[in-house]
């Protein structure tokens, strides 16, 4: 499911749990030379971490109905730096309508 784009192949999640009943999923990401927000530093770069929210948040959404959703508003509030970890990140949708879906999502 989540190799059919090279680019969300290439994020490398797993699926560790997908719960439609609480219409939540849940994902781990390691972390990569690649992601790092400078050689060496172990430190989340923040466009890889704002596109695997993208891309989790829309795959809770299609848990529930079956398709995607076009991203129509994106937010994020970096609290702190992931520094020299993997992630967990876990979406909660909200919200799933036939155009417009709200999902939360934690890292």
């Not at 999640?13 to 999923?25: M, S």
Request: charged share 20%; glycine share 10%.
């Amino acid at each position: 499911m989540l190799d059919h784009s090279p680019f969300i192949a290439f994020l490398g999640l797993k699926v560790t749990e997908a719960d439609a009943k609480n219409e939540q999923v849940t994902m781990t990401c390691a972390m990569r030379p690649e992601f790092e927000r400078g050689a060496g530093t172990g430190q989340w770069h923040g466009g890889p971490l704002a596109a695997i929210i993208d891309t989790v948040g829309d795959y809770a959404l299609i848990m529930l109905l079956r398709r995607g959703l076009p991203t129509i508003n994106f937010r994020v509030d970096y609290l702190r730096p992931a520094i020299k970890t993997g992630l967990v990140i876990t979406a909660k949708v909200r919200r799933a309508g036939k155009s417009v879906g709200v999902v939360d999502v934690d890292v």
